[in-house]
């Protein structure tokens, strides 16, 4: 693959993932803004303490949401893209689409989903202020101990698929990665510091419309820019259909 051909790819992967950012965008507004208001209003009504609003929540719940998921879904995109250019080929013998669909259900799981199931998502009014620092800092460890081991995964997966094939190489990997994280979940600290009157099902909600996002974020960033990817590398199949159709009639 040389340098014109990733070029190109990692353009489609920024193109892509600003497609998935506003269908992302879509799903936040509608199912995540409600419960940062619901929550911003039971910090407010349980605070002593009235600060004025930098940023009006107006503003925070548009242009601020449009600019940060979409910005978001840019970067992930690029970033994605190159990681696609180093496993196209290496992960066994999948296309581009392929490749880019398990591409993004794997970083999916590992970016966001287990480090997610030990340090879950919080709406405003959720977490003391003097410990942001330590949660975020954990936060970030745990997802960088998930993408290491899912990386140390598949290089065990495939060392053991000529001796074990492809199936129990692949389940004895999966066992791996998943006793590996249990003993990270198992050694890295806890946080609970949800109030006690806090709304439980407000909570639920919050963590849920969290996981809908990234799904939908990562599903249609597999699906965009496995068709994009498609036509870069191989052009004579992505338009084979199309082709095809007017000489059948």
């Not at 353009?11 to 965008?25: E, K, P, S």
């Not at 009235?50 to 449009?66: D, P």
């Not at 970033?79 to 490749?99: E, Y």
């Not at 791996?176 to 949800?194: D, K, R, T």
Request: charged fraction near 10%.
């Amino acid at each position: 693959m040389n340098s014109v051909t990733i070029r190109h790819l990692l353009t489609r992967g920024m193109l892509a993932g600003l497609g998935a950012g506003v269908l992302a965008l879509v799903v936040a507004y509608l199912l995540g803004e409600p419960r940062v208001d619901a929550a911003i209003a039971f910090e407010e009504a349980h605070s002593h303490e009235h600060e004025m609003e930098v940023v009006s929540r107006g503003l925070q719940s548009t242009a601020g949401l449009a600019t940060g998921v979409l910005l978001y879904g840019v970067a992930l995109g690029g970033i994605a893209a190159l990681a696609f250019c180093i496993a196209l080929g290496r992960i066994g013998r999948f296309g581009p689409r392929a490749t880019a669909a398990l591409l993004s259900g794997a970083a999916l799981l590992a970016v966001y989903l287990v480090p997610f199931l030990k340090y879950p998502a919080n709406p405003p009014s959720v977490g003391e202020p003097d410990t942001i620092g330590k949660r975020t800092a954990l936060y970030f460890l745990m997802m960088l101990l998930s993408v290491l081991l899912a990386v140390a995964a598949t290089i065990l997966g495939r060392r053991l698929a000529p001796r074990l094939g492809n199936w129990y190489a692949t389940v004895a990997a999966g066992a791996a990665f998943v006793v590996a994280i249990g003993l990270a979940y198992a050694f890295l600290p806890s946080i609970n510091e949800v109030p006690k009157d806090f709304s439980a099902t407000l909570l639920w909600q919050f963590r849920l419309s969290a996981i809908a996002i990234q799904l939908v974020l990562w599903a249609a960033f597999g699906l965009l820019f496995g068709h994009l990817a498609e036509r870069v590398i191989a052009p004579e199949r992505a338009t084979a259909p199309a082709e095809a159709a007017p000489a059948a009639s």
